[in-house]
């Protein structure tokens, strides 16, 4: 299974900070997504990224959050000012390579757990 | 209402014992997503259904399109298959994938 890697592993920081979290998955892949995940919920989707620009977003993706790919390989999510309730783990995903043919599936980064203090 | 349910909650089981998660969603999909995570955090990508039934070693994923329900079984199971089985619901090819609250699985000895 292709890899997607997720930095850092662990990020602590405080109120009001700035985070950058990367994800570097395989070049050839046209769709990315950022999730997240609050201790003990379930997985919340964020962000979605085609061709190089937002194709959806939800309501958790608000004016703090942006996302870029500043090199045409690693992909980041970016939150200007950071809140207590950002605290979470952080996932990146990535699809557009066929395992089987005519089939896709989503492969997820490892995350980045987000402390905000 | 959530769009992606899951049962049981929680699950204790014996080794050796078949286990069974279940997945129930009200939207239309294209895939409907099997995923582990461990206690670590990680993610792991175990199935992906559109239809009928796929195995992969002692894990087996069975879809009903029309009755909307997916079932996730566990044959022989080992305290290392404990985890949280995470059932996922995709719209539409290269949409965003929208999850179930998980099923926290404990395996013992």
């Known amino acids: 299974e292709p890899e997607v890697t997720q930095t850092p592993s662990h990020q602590v920081t405080q109120m009001g900070q700035e985070v950058i979290l990367r994800c570097v998955p395989i070049?050839?892949?046209?769709?990315f997504y950022w999730y997240r995940q609050i201790l003990g919920q379930k997985v919340e989707f964020l962000v979605s990224?085609?061709?190089?620009?937002?194709?959806?977003k939800s309501e958790i993706f608000d004016d703090q959050f942006s996302v870029e790919r500043p090199d045409g390989s690693n992909f980041t999510l970016k939150i200007r000012s950071t809140k207590l309730e950002d605290s979470a783990m952080y996932f990146c995903?990535?699809?557009?390579?066929?395992?089987?043919?005519?089939?896709?599936?989503?492969?997820f980064g490892p995350g980045t757990r987000l402390t905000v203090l | 209402k959530n769009e992606v349910e899951q049962s049981p909650q929680n699950l204790t089981a014996q080794e050796g014992e078949f286990i069974t998660i279940n997945c129930s969603y009200s939207?239309?999909?294209?895939?409907l997503h099997w995923l582990q995570q461990h206690p670590g955090g990680g993610i792991v990508s175990l199935f992906m259904?559109?239809?009928g039934k796929k195995k992969h070693g002692r894990l087996i994923a069975t879809i009903n399109i029309q009755e909307k329900h997916s079932s996730l079984h566990i044959t022989a199971s080992h305290p290392r298959d404990s985890a949280v089985y995470i059932c996922a619901a995709q719209k539409t090819s290269y949409d965003k994938v929208i999850f179930g609250p998980g099923t926290s699985l404990s395996v013992i000895p």
């Open positions: 995903a990535r699809q557009g390579q066929r395992a089987i043919r005519g089939t896709d599936t989503q492969y």
């Open positions: 070049s050839n892949h046209l769709y």
């Open positions: 939207v239309g999909i294209s895939a």
């Open positions: 259904l559109s239809s």
């Open positions: 990224f085609y061709n190089n620009e937002i194709s959806e």
